[in-house]
């Protein structure tokens, strides 16, 4: 056995923060000098999130491979320097789905097909894959204790101690202790039902993570300590922050790093943290501040933007700028009210999504940002958005769409590309408007060449990137001339020119469109490029200040 196996659970309710612990778990064990990885088992049906409304699951996060994965995997990617794929994410419905195929091929020889111990096996087989990847293997189990659906999950990690040995496997469950104001105390009687559900099922925690407002007092991590046969030192404080980036440094004010260790028996250096303190002082003291427009169709969840949102925190801290999200419904602002609102703010972002709706909101958002000179940021369908808008105003394509929206559209500058070479397997791709939803994505990490003298090669710094895509559309060669002539720039190309990654407005401030995710791989200690351009134009404009073509500026006060 290579590697050591963390399991982490939760219970009570829901947004108790598994997936934030589990990352900043992995942080101070990458900050002791350990390899981390991790895996996410979600007990939900579908294969995928790929198809699951963003309004329900949040976004979905998508891996150099183009897994469509769980939004956890972004924050296991942002705190630490795993890099994850399709294996480091599974749901039931994957998991049933394999063990059914081997039924109908006859792989289990007849014999009669059960959830123990089949569906158990192929959950344990999953996990086990990690062995080697790393030192430690942090699994997070989704939902909470007591959901029928993640029964097989706990069941198999039940087992995973007998088959592995108490040293190489871990139990951490993550709890809520509720602050009643009314009575002025904390009470652990919801973390005492949990565990005792937990430890039914045949799991005894080795450490609980307390999720509380307040600081737990030694008497009450002495009293749930009693009541759930777990040691005092091992009742950790999980307390609400103001930013997600301080919890690694607040685990390991609690001495969550050194039980981990120890229940493990591995041996490491002590943690360094001086890249977090530092990150924590910027956040804590920003010299400016900006407003940045978000104009998208999934506001009302902030979950379905969240790698975006965090991109935007990181290009803010780069600049030692706080910046201030806008976040504006496409399907209800539209007129004198959305150009109101965005006559407040420095920078206008039209995020990604599929579907016809807020599409108008959206071209309304663009044609501000072009025609005032406000530095905007579109992405995936942003982009392709911004290409119509241009097409529409500026070159005389008046009917100008997407056959996504318009499938008879006289000028479709956004389409559905039939053929395209996928890099990672070296061969043509070939999709229709019958394929299946998922196999006409372009899906993962593939390469763009940067035009020089753009605002994205000034940003990038380098001639050629990779970068994470999810998106079926592409734009349409046939009007590459028409649309340079009329004044778009096309800033990036894959390498055989086929496909446009990025444009760009030259005459405008900062006016930048990307079909790909640059959010996906923005990291709080290494913020994305575009991200940190696209903010310090924003706070130019704040501040009429200079901002000049490579990214240098003089800010005024």
């Not at 189990?141 to 496997?169: K, M, N, S, W, Y």
């Not at 500026?394 to 996928?422: C, H, N, Q, R």
């Amino acid at each position: 056995m290579n590697t050591k196996f963390i399991f982490i659970t939760g219970g009570v309710l829901s947004s108790l923060g598994k997936g934030l612990a589990a990352a900043a778990i992995g942080a101070l064990l990458e900050a002791r000098g350990l390899k981390i990885t991790f895996q996410k088992l979600d007990p939900y049906i579908n294969v995928d999130p790929g198809t699951m409304n963003p309004f329900q699951h949040g976004e979905v996060f998508v891996t150099d491979d183009g897994a469509e994965t769980d939004l956890d995997l972004g924050h296991y990617e942002r705190y630490t320097h795993a890099e994850l794929r399709q294996r480091h994410n599974y749901t039931s419905g994957r998991i049933y789905h394999s063990v059914i195929t081997k039924e109908r091929r006859g792989d289990y020889l007849g014999g009669t097909v059960q959830v123990i111990p089949h569906v158990t096996d192929e959950i344990k087989q999953a996990v086990l894959q990690l062995d080697g990847e790393a030192d430690v293997a942090i699994i997070e189990i989704g939902g909470t204790v007591g959901d029928i659906e993640g029964l097989p999950f706990l069941e198999a990690i039940r087992q995973l101690r007998g088959d592995l040995g108490r040293e190489h496997t871990l139990y951490i469950h993550v709890t809520y202790v509720p602050f009643i104001r009314a009575a002025g105390e904390l009470k652990t009687k919801p973390t005492q039902h949990s565990v005792k559900e937990l430890r039914s099922i045949g799991i005894q925690p080795d450490i609980l993570l307390c999720r509380s407002e307040i600081g737990l007092s030694k008497e009450i991590k002495e009293k749930i300590a009693l009541f759930c046969d777990v040691d005092t030192d091992r009742v950790i404080t999980a307390r609400d922050v103001k930013c997600i980036y301080d919890v690694p440094v607040r685990f390991h004010e609690e001495g969550l790093d050194e039980r981990v260790v120890e229940c493990l028996n591995i041996w490491t250096r002590a943690p360094v943290l001086t890249e977090w303190e530092d990150l924590m002082a910027r956040v804590k003291e920003p010299q400016y501040k900006v407003r940045i427009a978000m104009v998208g169709k999934y506001v009302n969840l902030r979950e379905s933007y969240k790698s975006l949102n965090e991109a935007l925190f990181h290009g803010g801290v780069a600049n030692s700028c706080q910046v201030e999200i806008d976040f504006i419904n496409s399907e209800d602002a539209r007129g004198d009210q959305l150009r109101e609102r965005l006559s407040r703010v420095d920078g206008i972002l039209v995020p990604g999504g599929f579907g016809s709706r807020g599409i108008p909101g959206k071209l309304d958002a663009i044609s501000y940002a072009r025609e005032n000179k406000v530095p905007f940021l579109g992405i995936c369908l942003g982009m392709q958005l911004c290409v119509i808008e241009f097409a529409r105003k500026k070159a005389g394509l008046a009917l100008a769409d997407s056959t996504e929206f318009a499938a008879s559209t006289p000028d479709p500058v956004i389409y559905l590309m039939k053929e395209w070479y996928d890099y990672r397997s070296g061969t043509m791709q070939v999709r229709d408007e019958g394929s299946q939803k998922g196999g006409t994505m372009r899906l993962g990490a593939y390469p763009c060449r940067l035009e020089a003298d753009t605002f994205a090669r000034k940003a990038y710094g380098v001639d050629e990137i990779f970068e994470r895509h999810r998106h079926r559309y592409e734009f349409n060669n046939e009007y590459r001339g028409i649309l340079e002539k009329a004044g778009m720039k096309i800033a990036g190309l894959s390498p055989d020119g086929e496909l446009v990654e990025i444009v760009e407005l030259p005459d405008h401030p900062w006016f930048l469109g990307c079909q790909f995710h640059p959010e996906f791989k923005s990291r709080p200690l290494n913020p994305h490029p575009l991200f940190v351009s696209f903010v310090r134009a924003a706070l130019a404009k704040r501040h009429g200040a200079r901002s000049d073509h490579d990214g240098a500026e003089q800010v005024v006060s």
